[in-house]
């Protein structure tokens, strides 16, 4: 496989239940780095993980992972090699112990006796399990069974990590454990991390990708840099002197250098400059002319929040 | 190179992946760890087959020390006083066909007890997630299920009957049992394997249709019961002996007797016989579909 090629690649995958079309037509090239899969529940995201890992059939389309295609036998056994997958549910038999079952999962994934007990120890350690490691699991708190799940997706190394809702049911400080790891993997380890969450902040707070799904195909993708920059005309400026400027003499002043005017608020002015202009030339040229000095200018990022929701928004009106 | 909140860092797998790893085995052994968790269950239900055999192993040793002493007295009175033991004791053959007919029960309990919940957990939990994306297919999960429920076949029943085997090898005089009786040694092997085959394959296939435990448990061995005692009934009621075929012992006891030949074969021989692979086929046939779905995750 080509190293710079994206590790997920999938083309007008279409999955119905019944009646129900979980993807439609879902067109999806996933880069390496930290991708959030975000979309509202029901979206299609925890379908779209299993078959990448060949646990369900499409009933059109084709999709690859690390260059091999789920739909094969040979190629959805070396998939399940070089992926770990994190599912969503609890599925942890209660009476195993946390190094027991990642042991044993290594193992099932083909690591040897010995270098299963090493990489279980391993990622326990890295998961923050290592005191709870020979204690059932029936004895895990959520947060605790939430990273032995993460443990258990990464006792073979995988190139390609797939997470399924992995904050769900965690208390703050659980949360801020798992995110911290799902971060660490993606931007330190160089692992392909696919956070699949219904959690934009998880998603803002750790992934440099997003592709937002919605009713099984994906309305948005790009790096969240971008989406969330594509605001920065909207600028918040700081003043002084501008108590001091009718509102007669500010109109005007903008008016002529086409800004407009959002919000004024005693030294404070919120503003969206030209779509043609490069810089801040123009609010400079007002401050000139109404007669105030500019002490600092601060480009409005939006939230992903926003942008998810305006394309949720549009979405829904085009329907 | 470390998290803030990590105490430890993470670490690149330097190693190989093995070619073949053996993955049924390691699911049976993940299976039979877990059986053994409980410990008390795990008495009650080897220690029956445990005396058994201990018993039926001394007895069977009993048998040829005594005979050897009185045989070496010689005369007339000898030769009663060993026929007299043999009476008493039974031929070694018979022996061992008893025992492996009687702790064929002793599996059953042992197996369904462990075996019940070997699926209907995976199935209940969604445990078949993490297995089946790994590199394990259905072949794969079945194998080690199965081996998984067979283990404690083998402990409750083949391997007491490898102990009385082995103790009327060692203690026959010039290894007298294998010359004469040895054909019990394959036959009592084929018995237990099939038993221990059929059961295995019954109890998974019932513990893959339900996802309880507990319902397993009591639908594994309550089919087998709530069948005898109805194939039996019914048996007598419409006077057709061959319904026998419906209940597993009976079927059982066909096979044992056209093996070791300890008894008449019973005149539905064939007909029991067929029961038997009825009683194979059909809970292979759900196990099969069932885990068919539980691979293909809906």
């Known amino acids: ?319 | 190179m470390k998290a803030s909140t990590h105490t430890e860092v993470y670490r690149p797998f330097e190693g190989q992946l093995l070619a073949r790893p053996m993955r049924p085995a390691v699911l049976a052994w993940s299976g039979i760890r877990l059986g053994f968790r409980k410990k008390l269950p795990a008495f009650l239900l080897f220690t029956p087959p445990t005396v058994n055999a201990l018993a039926y192993a001394v007895m069977v040793y009993l048998r040829y020390s005594m005979a050897e002493q009185v045989g070496s007295e010689g005369g007339f009175q000898a030769i009663q006083a060993q026929s007299a033991l043999k009476e008493l004791l039974g031929d070694v053959a018979r022996n061992v066909a008893q025992f492996a007919e009687m702790s064929a029960f002793f599996a059953l309990l042992a197996m369904t007890w462990f075996g019940a919940g070997m699926i209907a957990d995976d199935r209940r939990i969604g445990a078949n997630l993490l297995y089946f994306s790994r590199p394990v297919t259905r072949i794969t999960y079945i194998a080690g299920k199965w081996l998984g429920v067979a283990f404690f076949g083998v402990v409750t029943l083949l391997a007491p009957a490898v102990l009385i085997l082995l103790t009327a090898t060692l203690a026959s005089p010039d290894w007298s049992f294998l010359r004469e009786e040895g054909a019990v040694i394959p036959q009592t092997f084929t018995y237990a394997a099939a038993w221990i085959a059929v059961v295995s394959t019954l109890v998974l296939g019932l513990s893959s249709l339900v996802q309880r435990r507990s319902v397993a448990l009591v639908l594994s061995f309550g089919s087998v019961m709530v069948l005898h005692g109805l194939a039996e009934g019914a048996a007598e009621i419409f006077e057709l002996p061959q319904l026998r075929a419906l209940s597993l012992f009976n079927d059982f006891s066909a096979l044992a007797a056209g093996l070791f030949g300890h008894r008449d074969l019973n005149p539905e021989h064939d007909v029991l016989l067929l029961g038997l692979v009825a009683w194979t086929l059909v809970p292979a046939l759900l196990l099969w579909r069932q885990v068919r779905k539980m691979e293909v995750v809906g």
């Not at chain 1, 959030?36 to 084709?62: I, Q």
């Not at chain 1, 895990?140 to 997470?163: E, N």
């Not at chain 1, 956070?195 to 309305?219: K, M, N, S």
């Not at chain 1, 005309?233 to 005007?252: F, I, K, N, W, Y």
């Open chain 1, 1 to 319: 496989m080509d190293p710079g090629a994206p590790l997920i690649q999938a083309t007008g995958l279409h999955k119905r239940y019944g009646d129900v079309h979980a993807l439609r037509g879902l067109e999806l090239q996933v880069p390496h780095g930290t991708v959030g899969l975000l979309g509202p529940n029901g979206a299609g995201k925890t379908t779209l993980l299993k078959l990448l890992l060949g646990l369900l059939e499409p009933d059109e389309g084709t999709a690859t992972v690390v260059g091999l295609d789920p739909r094969r036998r040979a190629d959805r056994l070396t998939i399940r090699t070089k992926v770990g997958y994190m599912p969503e549910g609890d599925c942890l038999l209660p009476e195993t112990t946390g190094v027991e079952l990642v042991a044993t999962l290594g193992r099932l994934t083909g690591l040897s006796r010995a270098d299963a007990m090493t990489r279980a120890h391993e990622v326990l350690d890295y998961c923050q399990l290592e005191e709870a490691r020979y204690r059932p699991v029936q004895g895990y708190s959520t947060g605790m069974k939430q990273r032995l799940k993460l443990a258990q997706a990464l006792v073979h190394d995988p190139d390609l990590v797939l997470l399924d809702e992995p904050t769900n049911g965690l208390d703050p400080k659980g949360r801020r454990q798992m995110l911290d790891l799902v971060a660490d993997l993606g931007r330190n380890q160089g692992k392909t991390v696919l956070l699949c969450t219904h959690l934009l902040p998880d998603v803002e707070r750790t992934c440099d990708h997003v592709v937002l799904l919605q009713t099984g195909a994906v309305r948005l993708t790009g790096a969240v840099a971008e989406l969330t920059g594509a605001d920065a005309l909207r600028v918040d400026v700081t003043t002084q002197g501008l108590t001091e400027v009718s509102p007669e003499a500010l109109d005007e002043a903008l008016k002529k250098a086409g800004v407009a005017l959002e919000t004024r608020e005693g030294e404070r002015l919120r503003v969206a400059l030209p779509a043609d202009s490069s810089s801040a030339d123009a609010l400079f040229s007002v401050a000139m002319s109404a007669g105030f000095r500019i002490e600092g200018l601060a480009p409005l990022k939006a939230s992903l929040e926003q942008v998810f929701l305006e394309t949720v928004a549009q979405t829904e009106g085009a329907a």
